[in-house]
Protein backbone atom coordinates (compact mmCIF):
# COMPACT_ATOMS: atom_id res chain seq x y z
CA UNK A 1 0.00 0.00 0.00
CA UNK A 2 1.64 3.50 -1.26
CA UNK A 3 0.22 5.11 1.76
CA UNK A 4 1.32 3.06 4.78
CA UNK A 5 5.10 4.20 4.89
CA UNK A 6 5.87 8.42 5.60
CA UNK A 7 8.53 10.86 5.40
CA UNK A 8 11.14 9.91 8.22
CA UNK A 9 11.39 11.96 11.15
CA UNK A 10 14.71 13.79 12.69
CA UNK A 11 15.39 10.05 14.69
CA UNK A 12 14.12 7.85 12.11
CA UNK A 13 16.42 9.29 9.35
CA UNK A 14 19.23 9.64 11.77
CA UNK A 15 19.49 6.26 13.59
CA UNK A 16 19.04 4.89 9.62
CA UNK A 17 22.09 7.30 8.72
CA UNK A 18 24.35 6.55 11.18
CA UNK A 19 23.69 2.67 10.26
CA UNK A 20 25.00 3.53 7.17
CA UNK A 21 27.87 5.82 7.61
CA UNK A 22 29.67 3.09 10.33
CA UNK A 23 28.70 0.23 8.39
CA UNK A 24 30.39 2.15 4.90
CA UNK A 25 33.70 3.29 7.14
CA UNK A 26 33.67 -0.71 8.92
CA UNK A 27 34.56 -1.49 4.59
CA UNK A 28 37.08 1.07 4.48
CA UNK A 29 40.39 -0.22 3.42
CA UNK A 30 43.32 -1.04 6.20
CA UNK A 31 45.53 0.69 3.59
CA UNK A 32 43.79 3.16 1.69
CA UNK A 33 45.33 4.80 -1.54
CA UNK A 34 45.68 8.72 -1.89
CA UNK A 35 43.03 8.81 -3.72
CA UNK A 36 40.69 7.15 -1.46
CA UNK A 37 41.87 9.41 1.27
CA UNK A 38 41.03 12.15 -0.54
CA UNK A 39 37.44 10.83 -2.26
CA UNK A 40 36.39 9.67 1.84
CA UNK A 41 37.42 13.12 2.93
CA UNK A 42 35.56 14.79 0.43
CA UNK A 43 32.48 12.54 1.19
CA UNK A 44 32.42 13.66 4.75
CA UNK A 45 32.69 17.09 3.41
CA UNK A 46 29.63 16.75 0.88
CA UNK A 47 27.84 15.01 3.69
CA UNK A 48 27.98 17.48 6.02
CA UNK A 49 26.80 20.44 3.77
CA UNK A 50 23.63 17.99 2.59
CA UNK A 51 22.76 16.07 5.37
CA UNK A 52 19.10 17.04 5.95
CA UNK A 53 18.44 18.20 8.68
CA UNK A 54 19.65 21.75 9.24
CA UNK A 55 20.46 22.06 12.92
CA UNK A 56 22.07 18.52 12.12
CA UNK A 57 24.51 19.96 9.44
CA UNK A 58 25.63 23.06 10.78
CA UNK A 59 27.26 21.50 13.82
CA UNK A 60 28.40 18.17 11.75
CA UNK A 61 30.22 21.22 9.47
CA UNK A 62 32.07 23.06 12.89
CA UNK A 63 32.76 19.15 14.30
CA UNK A 64 34.42 18.28 10.75
CA UNK A 65 36.16 21.21 11.13
CA UNK A 66 37.62 21.33 14.37
CA UNK A 67 38.39 17.00 13.67
CA UNK A 68 38.88 16.25 10.34
CA UNK A 69 37.70 12.49 9.50
CA UNK A 70 41.21 10.55 9.80
CA UNK A 71 41.35 8.80 6.55
CA UNK A 72 44.71 6.52 7.13
CA UNK A 73 43.14 3.45 7.66
CA UNK A 74 39.87 1.62 8.89
CA UNK A 75 41.08 1.53 12.34
CA UNK A 76 41.40 5.23 12.40
CA UNK A 77 38.28 6.40 10.43
CA UNK A 78 36.01 4.09 12.39
CA UNK A 79 37.06 5.55 15.48
CA UNK A 80 37.46 9.13 14.02
CA UNK A 81 33.19 8.37 13.52
CA UNK A 82 32.74 6.89 16.94
CA UNK A 83 34.06 9.80 18.31
CA UNK A 84 31.93 12.10 16.33
CA UNK A 85 28.43 10.19 17.08
CA UNK A 86 29.37 10.71 20.63
CA UNK A 87 29.74 13.80 20.47
CA UNK A 88 26.02 13.90 19.00
CA UNK A 89 25.43 11.48 21.19
CA UNK A 90 26.63 13.78 24.38
CA UNK A 91 24.56 16.46 23.13
CA UNK A 92 21.43 14.71 23.12
CA UNK A 93 22.21 13.37 26.41
CA UNK A 94 22.51 10.01 24.96
CA UNK A 95 24.80 7.45 26.86
CA UNK A 96 28.56 7.25 24.94
CA UNK A 97 29.40 4.21 23.18
CA UNK A 98 32.65 2.64 23.99
CA UNK A 99 34.31 2.63 20.40
CA UNK A 100 36.60 0.33 21.73
CA UNK A 101 33.59 -2.12 20.15
CA UNK A 102 32.78 -0.17 16.95
CA UNK A 103 33.92 -3.36 14.52
CA UNK A 104 31.92 -5.70 16.87
CA UNK A 105 28.59 -3.55 15.81
CA UNK A 106 29.00 -2.61 12.82
CA UNK A 107 31.59 -5.57 11.14
CA UNK A 108 32.09 -8.50 12.42
CA UNK A 109 29.06 -9.59 15.52
CA UNK A 110 29.79 -9.91 18.89
CA UNK A 111 32.52 -11.75 20.41
CA UNK A 112 29.09 -13.98 22.04
CA UNK A 113 28.35 -14.96 18.52
CA UNK A 114 25.00 -13.63 19.05
CA UNK A 115 24.88 -12.41 15.58
CA UNK A 116 26.12 -15.22 13.92
P1 LIG B 1 21.45 6.61 17.25
O1 LIG B 1 22.25 7.69 17.89
O2 LIG B 1 20.79 6.88 15.95
O3 LIG B 1 22.44 5.36 17.10
C1 LIG B 1 22.08 4.19 16.36
C2 LIG B 1 22.90 3.02 16.88
O4 LIG B 1 24.28 3.32 16.71
C3 LIG B 1 22.77 2.79 18.38
O5 LIG B 1 21.71 1.94 18.67
C4 LIG B 1 24.10 2.16 18.75
O6 LIG B 1 24.09 0.77 18.57
C5 LIG B 1 25.06 2.73 17.74
N1 LIG B 1 25.91 3.78 18.29
C6 LIG B 1 25.59 4.74 19.21
N2 LIG B 1 26.63 5.55 19.41
C7 LIG B 1 27.63 5.11 18.62
C8 LIG B 1 28.97 5.52 18.40
N3 LIG B 1 29.50 6.57 19.03
N4 LIG B 1 29.73 4.84 17.52
C9 LIG B 1 29.22 3.75 16.87
N5 LIG B 1 27.96 3.31 17.03
C10 LIG B 1 27.18 3.97 17.90
N6 LIG B 1 19.56 14.68 16.29
C11 LIG B 1 19.28 15.84 16.92
O7 LIG B 1 18.25 15.93 17.59
N7 LIG B 1 20.15 16.89 16.85
C12 LIG B 1 21.30 16.84 16.12
O8 LIG B 1 22.04 17.83 16.04
C13 LIG B 1 21.60 15.63 15.43
N8 LIG B 1 22.71 15.53 14.65
C14 LIG B 1 22.91 14.41 13.93
C15 LIG B 1 24.01 14.32 13.07
C16 LIG B 1 24.20 13.21 12.27
C17 LIG B 1 25.37 13.14 11.34
C18 LIG B 1 23.28 12.14 12.32
C19 LIG B 1 23.48 10.94 11.44
C20 LIG B 1 22.21 12.19 13.19
C21 LIG B 1 22.00 13.31 14.01
N9 LIG B 1 20.93 13.38 14.88
C22 LIG B 1 20.68 14.56 15.55
C23 LIG B 1 20.08 12.20 15.15
C24 LIG B 1 20.60 11.47 16.42
O9 LIG B 1 22.01 11.31 16.39
C25 LIG B 1 20.01 10.04 16.53
O10 LIG B 1 20.21 9.34 15.32
C26 LIG B 1 18.53 10.02 16.87
O11 LIG B 1 18.31 10.78 18.05
C27 LIG B 1 18.05 8.56 17.09
O12 LIG B 1 18.81 8.02 18.15
P2 LIG B 1 18.87 6.50 18.51
O13 LIG B 1 18.63 6.41 19.98
O14 LIG B 1 18.02 5.70 17.58
O15 LIG B 1 20.40 6.05 18.29
Redo the contacts with the bound molecule.
Keep these: NIRQSCPLD ?2 EL ?2 K ?3 F ?2 TMVAYYPDHPNEKQKADVNSFFDTFSKF ?1 P ?1 N ?2 AE ?2 QKQFKHSPPQTESQEKLSQWL ?1 RI ?2 E ?2 K ?2 G ?1 PE ?1 D ?1 KL ?1 NQ ?1 WRDGWLDGSCD
Design positions: KDGSTWALHYCICDLCHNVNKLKFCVR
